[in-house]
């Protein structure tokens, strides 16, 4: 059974930037796309970016030009890099396959853009 955990995040003033990690246990990481979404109380939960295999990459609009996404797929780890951080994007950070599978939903992290 593959397990999706994530890590990196906290508390950020505007402007400022993050690095979140997701890190995969099992053999199977490397043929799948995977996915970062986020969920901000009250609200649905939207997909932020995704990365197939080869290396191509999906972002909302809100985030194109700010967030890049990558993968090391030796180290079985996808990153978030998270730069020119708005209150807006204040949200709890989850990796996942892409498209999601509602199984593999971890804890998350929790991401805080305030001044």
């Known amino acids: 059974q593959v397990q999706l955990v994530e890590s990196g995040g906290g508390l950020v003033q505007p402007g400022g930037s993050l690095r979140l990690s997701c890190a995969a246990s099992?053999?199977?990481?490397?043929?799948?796309?995977v996915g970062w979404y986020r969920q901000a109380p009250g609200k649905q939960r939207d997909m932020v970016a995704g990365?197939?295999?080869?290396?191509?990459?999906k972002y909302a609009d809100s985030v194109k030009g700010r967030f890049t996404i990558s993968r090391d797929n030796a180290n079985k780890m996808v990153y978030l890099q998270m730069n020119s951080l708005k209150p807006e994007d204040t949200a709890v950070y989850y990796c996942?396959?892409?498209?999601?599978?509602?199984?593999?939903w971890g804890q998350g992290t929790q991401v805080t853009v305030s001044s």
């Open positions: 099992g053999s199977i990481f490397s043929i799948y796309a």
């Open positions: 990365i197939t295999t080869g290396g191509s990459t």
């Open positions: 996942n396959w892409w498209p999601h599978r509602d199984a593999y």
